[in-house]
């Protein structure tokens, strides 16, 4: 939810109306060996706002090594320089050089900028992620005390304090301060609309996870912004669902990624009970950032141990599975766990499925599967497609692997699975338990987390409606989050010789 809106000083003064454009042929003269600093800074945005990065990093360079005593215009050289290395991919380079400038000057683009970088770097780097988000916190502080009007600066500082997971008041507080100086400004281009939608969606973000404590301080600020409602979780929900409307409604059709975000969201704020099933653009999007550390986050921040738990219970099938389909495959993970335990045959035929490229991408890497499609698991082409892969060998294994936690009814895909699945093959999944108060009134639930928990009565009753049979049905511990377990259940089915489904 980064917000990139000035890089580097030459956006700024391009802004302000301070940097000439120059003309070709004052560009093409070769006259810039002793030309002085400001010459050359000016040249070097004129390339830089052309996208002629490599010329405009040379003037930059030349800038930086002249004679000349400007400090000042210097130091606005080596952060335009920086700018250009992050275009150019060099993002250590990038680094080193806006942290030199800081060492001699507090530069304020040098000092956003930096948080920038740490701040996009906190999404991959899962070791160091509170770090890296505390320092860019605290660098976009420094230069709101240069600048307290500067509205990026407030909806990124928002941005790092809310995904650091804590203080959801301060990241509101910052992210409604963005949203006011936007529309003070009175700005309207397609680039500022989108930032005020990523900024709502911010706050609507924030205020969704105020707890009771947070709502009534909310409530009793006179400085903060709140729908007029006398019980203050109202008051918070109700604001927040305004913020992620008024996100879904500024996206339009120019950002489906955020508006599909902000509408999962609001599903979330209005505990909505008719969306059955997340939206595949917002899972896409979900894994797609996640993949770059998934592993790293999911096995060692949040002990994540489903794998190893399908394993340990297909072991006691006693079975060498011919036909193998990972189904929400991720990175490979589930299947990587089954080869090595020996469950799959040697000459099995193993797929993976899932809607994430970039999950894909990096399940591709193992060279395990021998095949691997992105696509939607609801969807009949994906099975169309699978045919051709099983024929060889039928298909008798089905794993989903903490697959159905974005899904509430789950019908449509436990009969594709039923119907695709060989007699006698087996289907073996987790799903998040449902919380027991809610169980004889509901079969599945949207919670806090975003995410679909279903009730193990729900589930079983269909499975029978749908000719499978109960093998194993296990309470289990999937993983931690917040440094809580999640509990949920995970279900071994067999595909019966003659099933005949129940309506």
């Not at 993002?91 to 400038?101: D, P």
């Not at 809580?484 to 019966?496: A, E």
């Amino acid at each position: 939810m980064l917000i990139k809106f000035v890089v580097g000083i030459c956006a700024l003064m391009r802004a302000k109306g301070l940097v000439p454009a120059l003309s070709s042929q004052m560009l093409q003269r070769n006259v810039f060996v002793r030309a002085s600093a400001k010459e050359l800074l000016v040249t070097g945005n004129t390339y830089y706002m052309r996208g002629e990065l490599e010329s405009a990093r040379q003037r930059y360079e030349q800038c930086l090594t002249s004679d000349d005593d400007d400090h000042r215009t210097q130091l606005d050289c080596a952060v335009n320089l920086a700018s250009v290395s992050l275009d150019l991919g060099d993002e250590e380079g990038a680094e080193k050089l806006y942290r030199k400038v800081l060492s001699q000057s507090m530069h304020i683009d040098a000092a956003h900028n930096l948080a920038s970088l740490l701040q996009r770097r906190s999404g991959y780097n899962t070791t160091n992620r509170k770090s890296l988000l505390f320092e860019a916190a605290g660098l976009y502080r420094q230069v709101l005390r240069q600048d307290n009007e500067r509205w990026d600066a407030w909806a990124n500082l928002g941005s790092a304090i809310l995904h650091s997971e804590q203080a959801d008041l301060d990241a509101a507080r910052c992210l409604q301060r963005a949203i006011l100086l936007i529309e003070k400004s009175a700005q309207d281009n397609e680039q500022i609309r989108q930032a005020t939608a990523t900024a709502y969606f911010g706050l609507g973000s924030a205020l969704i996870r105020f707890d009771q404590d947070e709502a009534q301080k909310a409530f009793d600020d006179e400085d903060f912004i709140l729908l007029r409602f006398d019980n203050p979780q109202i008051a918070v929900l109700e604001t927040a669902q305004n913020a992620l409307r008024t996100a879904i409604a500024l996206c339009g059709n120019n950002n489906q990624v955020l508006k599909a975000k902000a509408e999962h969201a609001l599903m979330i704020a209005t505990n909505s009970t008719t969306s059955s099933r997340a939206s595949p653009l917002f899972v896409k999007a979900l894994f797609d950032d996640f993949a770059q550390d998934f592993d790293d986050r999911l096995i060692g921040d949040l002990q994540y141990r489903v794998p190893q738990l399908i394993a340990q219970a297909l072991m006691a099938r006693r079975r060498k599975y011919c036909g193998f389909l990972d189904a929400g495959c991720g990175t490979g993970l589930a299947a990587l766990e089954l080869i090595d335990r020996s469950i799959l045959n040697k000459n099995a035929t193993i797929i993976g499925v899932d809607l994430s490229d970039s999950m894909i991408a990096k399940a591709q890497v193992r060279g395990i599967y021998d095949a691997l499609l992105v696509g939607d698991l609801c969807d009949d082409s994906i099975y169309q497609r699978l045919v051709p892969e099983f024929i060889s060998n039928p298909l008798d294994l089905i794993v989903a692997a903490d697959v159905f936690c974005y899904l509430g009814d789950l019908e449509p895909l436990l009969s594709r699975f039923s119907q695709n699945l060989s007699i006698e093959g087996d289907l073996i999944f987790t799903v998040e338990t449902l919380n027991s108060n809610n169980q004889n009134t509901e079969h599945w639930a949207l919670g806090p987390s975003g995410r679909y928990a279903h009730s193990p009565k729900y589930i079983a009753n269909l499975a029978t409606s749908l000719g499978l049979s109960c093998i194993e049905l296990q309470s289990i511990v999937a993983r931690l989050e917040n440094s809580k377990p999640v509990n949920s259940t995970l279900f071994l089915f067999q595909k019966k010789k003659n099933p005949q489904r129940r309506e």
